[in-house]
């Protein structure tokens, strides 16, 4: 009868330790998925960033090397930059429920810098565009690495 007892208790006990040790896995492997997707959206949202200052970049050294960018490339980069602030303004209305709210602070704020800039000459425009976009580049960045190690 002794027996029976240990038999059951150790089996009763490897039933509980059992289910405790998947519910802890399961939890941790639902954690780590959802860092990677917000480590995903925050990746995605920086190369959005990266790809819009490119345009004012390149034109800008263009500008300063006294020649023009061809034709080409001008269009090239033009519709790199629209589809990444495209992506941009994207996180903010669909990315909410993954990227920080500080992080869509910053989105809302870029948008609102960016539409509200005035430069008078085209050189002006490139190069508050560029500022703009690296600005918040970096505090997005910034805020990504604070968000992802929370």
């Not at 002794?2 to 492997?29: C, H, N, P, W």
């Not at 990266?50 to 004012?56: A, G, Q």
Request: net charge negative; no cysteine; charged share 35%.
């Amino acid at each position: 009868m002794e027996d029976l007892l240990k038999l059951i208790s150790g089996f009763a006990i490897a039933i509980v330790t059992s289910y405790i040790t998947v519910q802890l896995s399961l939890k941790r492997f639902r954690a780590e998925r959802w860092w990677d997707k917000k480590a995903l959206a925050y990746e995605r949202i920086i190369e959005a960033f990266h790809n819009s200052k490119k345009f004012s970049s390149e034109h800008l050294d263009a500008e300063y090397e006294g020649g023009r960018l061809s034709e080409e490339r001008d269009k090239e980069l033009r519709l790199m930059s629209n589809v990444a602030k495209e992506e941009i303004y994207k996180a903010s209305d669909i990315g909410a429920f993954i990227i920080s709210e500080k992080a869509i602070e910053i989105i809302s704020n870029y948008q609102k810098e960016s539409s509200s800039s005035n430069p008078e000459t085209w050189v002006e425009h490139l190069e508050s565009d560029y500022e703009i976009v690296n600005k918040y580049m970096k505090l997005i960045i910034s805020e990504a690495k604070s968000d992802l190690k929370s």
